[in-house]
């Protein structure tokens, strides 16, 4: 009797739960906001990619054939007209994490079918959770079918296929493109929790981002001019110079992607931090393999990992004390 008394109460609703995560990726792929973004996102990317092509990616297959990672250039080069693949995914990624969130919460307190939902016998969390995965399944597909999309659309071009080893790069990297974008999911849904109007939510999730994209790179300018070396200065000056740029913009999410992104996607990358003369010496410029590349970024990506997982933590901290009430 007892034994079957703690196996209800520890047993968690599975079925309410799926249905929940099935309701909030209905609502994204219908909704307008979704569709206009991964539309905009796909345009983007194609574009690039066809502006790639007719640069010459053909004749780049058929001189460079000892180069086994030509194949990535489709997500890393550019012909200067548009931004090249993992520079839009970069940039628009984070637009679409906060499109994703910024009402996860407060839109539905507003409308008075949060606290309906918790008159169900399931678990206050299970709703954050729902909302959460939900996301991230979405921003796993839209991701995936790019990438896929960029390989069918180059294979198709160049008549040559990826390797192995550039297949397991491309893959990789759209997995941290999911760690990324999570990031900004979860920012979203926790200003989603904590204030009320989904506006207000939108547009702090928008403030941060301007604020790690354009104004937080500036305040480094001004602090490292001051520290800027002569041309006289010493090797030593000049390494802490170095040093200081390169850890002052590590808790930019945005600089920990494009770091992981340069080490994953171009294997000619070796190091992504400042190097003394002493550690070139004896370096041979070869490309590392996948196993040491992954090492090489590891840091930026646990960076990332703790940045998303701080926000989810917060999320589900103020969501569970927050008091909802009916409207009526």
Wanted: with cysteine; glycine share 6%; aromatic share 14%.
């Amino acid at each position: 009797m007892d034994k079957s008394i703690g196996k209800n109460k520890s047993s968690f609703p599975w079925e309410p739960f799926k249905a929940m995560v099935q309701k909030e990726i209905t609502d994204h792929i219908r909704n307008w906001r979704f569709i206009i973004l991964f539309a905009i996102i796909s345009l983007a990317c194609m574009g690039t990619l066809f502006s790639t092509l007719n640069d010459g990616m053909k004749t780049l297959a058929a001189d460079n054939a000892e180069n086994s990672f030509f194949f990535l250039n489709l997500f890393t080069k550019s012909d200067g007209t548009l931004p090249s693949y993992f520079v839009f995914v970069g940039f628009l990624g984070p637009l679409f994490g906060i499109s994703l969130g910024f009402d996860a919460i407060s839109s539905e307190q507003n409308k008075g079918t949060l606290s309906r939902v918790l008159a169900q016998p399931i678990p206050r969390d299970s709703i954050l959770n729902a909302k959460f995965l939900a996301g991230i399944i979405v921003i796993s597909v839209m991701l995936f079918s790019l990438t896929f999309l960029v390989l069918g659309t180059g294979l198709i071009a160049v008549g040559i296929p990826p390797s192995a080893e550039e297949f397991m790069r491309i893959m990789v990297y759209t997995f941290f493109s999911i760690i990324y974008v999570s990031f900004w999911l979860n920012l979203s849904i926790l200003f989603s929790v904590r204030f009320k109007q989904p506006a207000t939510s939108a547009l702090s999730g928008i403030a941060v981002w301007l604020f790690f994209t354009i104004f937080y790179p500036l305040i480094v300018n001004m602090i490292v001019k001051g520290y800027e070396p002569t041309k006289y200065a010493s090797p030593k000056a000049i390494h802490f110079y170095e040093n200081l740029k390169f850890y002052l913009v590590q808790i930019i999410p945005n600089e920990l992607f494009d770091e992981i992104t340069s080490a994953i996607l171009m294997p000619s990358v070796r190091s992504l931090g400042p190097l003394t003369m002493e550690q070139l010496q004896g370096a041979i410029p070869t490309s590392l393999p996948l196993g040491q590349s992954i090492l090489l970024v590891w840091p930026q990506f646990t960076g990332l990992l703790a940045l998303t997982l701080l926000c989810f933590l917060f999320s589900y901290l103020v969501f569970m004390k927050r008091e909802i009430r009916s409207r009526g």
